[in-house]
């Protein structure tokens, strides 16, 4: 830690002989019609080809030398590029407004409506919004979570499900930051919807390599989700209906504040009052009511030139509930979260945020006298600070110290009891340089260190990559990470399921330890086709060691940390593989190709004989296709094909007749089934198919959506399992799926 601060006090006493030999210009970046500040512009220098990217907040500085002339870029995937030129003598504060292209380009392309070369990251997926808004997906709700499973390097969970396995890593192993507090379970209605409201959502993408040293904490990715910060021109009213829920939103300036802004943004299912008209009403019937709801909120207020003070906050749970005759089944789960920030800029060069954060997830399970009631409560203060130090050289540092609070039951009876409650510091801190060595090279390095009191764990994460641009279409970047996570998650269930474990490190339980190295190239060609459209095509390979992973044997037996080794098992695992994606972007037409080939293996000394074996949602090969084209002005035509290799299984090798020989066994055959996963489920393939109608009415503009999922009803596996009783694999399936949605704003 002291290092920590000696280098960062030292890097700062050189940011300030810097100034005094160069201007510094300044600012933030808006959309022009909403106000909303914009991350990840690419502002360049024109003259001296350097550049900068806008930060979350949309604020910039680059320091220049004095001239009589500079021209400043700006460019941003959907929106137009815009240039200005300015005479620079002292610090100047330029702020910038962008305006968006439609969905499809003009008849004029803009440069740079594609990655730029400058913004290129590898493992590293933007999505942008507007763009995959006529994509279809099933529920008729734009889903990031769904989107991101089309991504080369990410694959899903059981169909229909949210979880993402990132580059090897198990659902678990994914970091889920909304405007900087942590959500710790995404799913409603057990994984099939995620917590995500489309209204809400500025942007969103996904860190799977090269990953900042501010972030840490998950082994295989960071999913970073921005709110709206709400319209500051005028109030919008948003909403929808879909097959299962409603939703609305509301954003606006602020009364108090002419430059402030709101935001609020809810959603609530319809299916207990369907389900309840569904079921008869004699109380000798089962009975299941199911609800679930999300409410998201973010406001911001200028305190002054240079502070501006934010609050955003996510609340949402589910309910779930089944009777029949003899029991009563009760599950509620949900997350609590809000984020107070005060965001300041000391100097042109200087830009810091002031974060407190609450976060919690909480469920209960009630059945009969079995019940559990797990919980994790976080309380954490945080503080960054980014300056330009000099024309080419950039400084990041923070700290942070969370104060985590667990409540762990695997079992709890009228007769027994089996939990325990741990509060635990954490403490870390990370610093971070990024130095353009020349206009064509540019390192970034960065080392994150961090503490965890239970064990008494004090971890280094080092953190490197080189982006090198080797002509102006074609750009080369390498990356090394070291990442450590001291949560695990603890399921015994193949399904995305709210009823898991979330337990801290300790002596025997360690923190998982992850070491990944990638290279990526992106290349831009120019219009190949002569046919007006961006194309930009990227090729990544990876290799990931990971140790320390945690497996229930086969079911908890205490969850006293002393009684550990007696229901967990400890592997190591790994994973490497190829990525390649292209996309292109027309007048009509965007179009968007993705394969990846990857090796997915884990180790336990008491599975599978200790060999290695592959883990069930791994998938060796999986192609996507996703396009969509403006038929005419007011409707338009989405689909996406998906063909995945078959998931790993376990089959029978061969069976045993008892033939009377044990008197009360409950089975007359005994199955010996073969080594673990080493089959392969039937190829996985599905044709999803949008049609999207957006038309003027009262005022407002509204958006019908008619999505088809799995046209031709291939019968992929919702999930599988061998009825030892019958003796033979049965397969639930989801085959056509219809759905239809509407959406407005006002």
């Known amino acids: 830690m002291r290092r920590l601060f000696c280098t960062a006090t030292l890097l700062l006493a050189i940011s300030g002989l810097a100034t005094a030999q160069y201007a510094t210009v300044y600012g933030y970046v808006r959309d022009s019609v909403s106000g909303e500040r914009l991350e990840n512009v690419v502002v360049r220098v024109r003259q001296t080809k350097s550049f900068t990217l806008t930060n979350s907040f949309g604020y910039y500085a680059l320091k220049i030398a004095p001239a009589d002339l500079v021209v400043l870029d700006f460019s941003l995937l959907s929106y137009h590029s815009a240039s200005h030129s300015l005479s620079l003598r002292d610090d100047t504060r330029l702020d910038v407004a962008l305006s968006t292209t439609s969905i499809f380009l003009d008849e004029i392309v803009v440069e740079g409506q594609l990655q730029p070369p400058q913004s290129f990251s590898v493992g590293k997926i933007s999505l942008p919004l507007q763009q995959f808004e006529l994509l279809p997906i099933a529920g008729a709700e734009m889903d990031i979570t769904k989107l991101l499973q089309t991504a080369p390097g990410v694959l899903g969970g059981n169909e229909l499900t949210t979880g993402i396995h990132v580059r090897g890593g198990s659902f678990d192993q994914n970091l889920y930051y909304v405007d900087g507090f942590p959500i710790y379970n995404i799913n409603h209605l057990f994984g099939y919807f995620s917590v995500f409201q489309e209204e809400a959502l500025h942007s969103a993408e996904v860190l799977k390599s090269c990953i900042p040293a501010q972030f840490g904490g998950r082994l295989s990715s960071v999913v970073n989700v921005s709110l709206k910060e709400g319209n500051r021109e005028r109030y919008v009213v948003s909403g929808g209906v879909s097959v299962i829920s409603a939703r609305a939103a509301v954003e606006g300036p602020l009364p108090i504040s002419e430059e402030g802004s709101f935001l609020v943004a809810a959603r609530r299912t319809y299916l207990d009052p369907i389900l309840s008209l569904a079921q008869p009403a004699s109380q000798e019937t089962d009975l299941t009511t199911f609800s ?137 801190a990370f610093v971070a340089l990024e130095w353009d060595i020349s206009p064509t090279l540019r390192l970034s390095s ?23 641009h080797l002509s102006p279409l074609v ?72 140790r320390n992973l945690p ?58 004989r200790g060999e290695p074996f592959p883990p069930t949602f791994h998938r060796d090969h999986v192609f996507n296709v996703m396009f969509s084209t403006e ?4 409707l338009s035509l989405g689909a996406t094909f998906v063909l995945a290799s078959g998931q790993p299984t376990t089959l029978p090798e061969g069976e045993m007749s008892f033939n009377g020989l044990f008197e009360n066994a409950r089975y007359s055959q005994m199955v010996d089934f073969g080594d ?42 919702l999930f599988n399992y061998f009825d030892v009783q019958f003796g033979k694999f049965e397969q639930l399936s989801i085959g056509l799926l219809p759905t239809l949605g509407l959406s407005f704003s006002y």
């Open 292 to 428: 679930f709801y999300d409410i998201t909120a973010k406001a911001n207020v200028p305190l002054s030139s240079s502070n501006r003070l934010f609050v955003s906050g996510y609340f949402g749970g589910d309910n779930f509930e089944l009777k029949d005759q003899t029991n009563v089944l009760t599950n509620t789960w949900g997350n609590a979260a809000f984020a107070l920030r005060l965001n300041s800029f000391w100097s042109p060069s200087v830009f810091s945020n002031a974060t407190f954060v609450y976060s919690s997830y909480r469920e209960s399970l009630f059945e009969n006298a079995l019940f559990r009631r797990p919980a994790i409560i976080d309380n954490s203060l945080k503080f960054d600070i980014q300056s330009t130090l000099s024309p080419n050289v950039y400084f990041f540092g923070g700290a942070a110290a969370t104060y985590h609070q667990f409540r762990v039951f695997s079992d709890h009876r009228s007769q027994s009891r089996n939990s325990a409650n741990f509060n635990i510091w954490e403490a870390a």
């Open 446 to 468: 960065g080392s994150r260190a961090t503490y965890f009191a239970s064990g008494s764990y004090l971890q280094v994460e080092p953190r490197l990559s080189l982006l090198s």
């Open 475 to 546: 750009s080369l970047r390498a990356s090394y990470d070291r990442i450590y996570q001291f949560i695990h998650s603890l399921s015994s269930f193949s399904l995305t399921s709210p009823a898991e474990l979330l337990y801290p490190s300790n002596a025997f339980l360690k923190p998982q330890i992850g070491d990944q190295v990638a290279l990526g190239v992106s290349v831009t060609p120019p219009d190949p086709f002569g046919i007006s459209a961006h194309t930009n095509l990227t090729l990544e390979v990876y290799y990931k060691d990971m």
């Open 551 to 608: 497996q229930i044997r086969h079911r908890f037996e205490s969850v006293e940390p002393a009684e550990l080794p007696n229901s967990i098992l400890i592997g190591t695992g790994k994973s490497y593989g190829i990525e390649i994606s292209a996309e292109s972007k027309g007048k009509t037409l965007h179009l968007l190709m993705n394969y990846a080939w990857s090796k997915t293996t884990r180790t336990f000394a008491e599975r599978n």
């Open 631 to 634: 038929i005419m002005e007011s």
């Open 676 to 717: 673990l996963n080493s089959e392969r489920l039937p190829l996985y393939n599905r044709l999803d198919v949008g049609v999207t109608h957006t038309f003027d009415m009262m005022g407002g503009k509204w958006k019908l959506q008619l999505n088809v999922y799995n046209i031709y009803g291939y019968p992929n596996p």
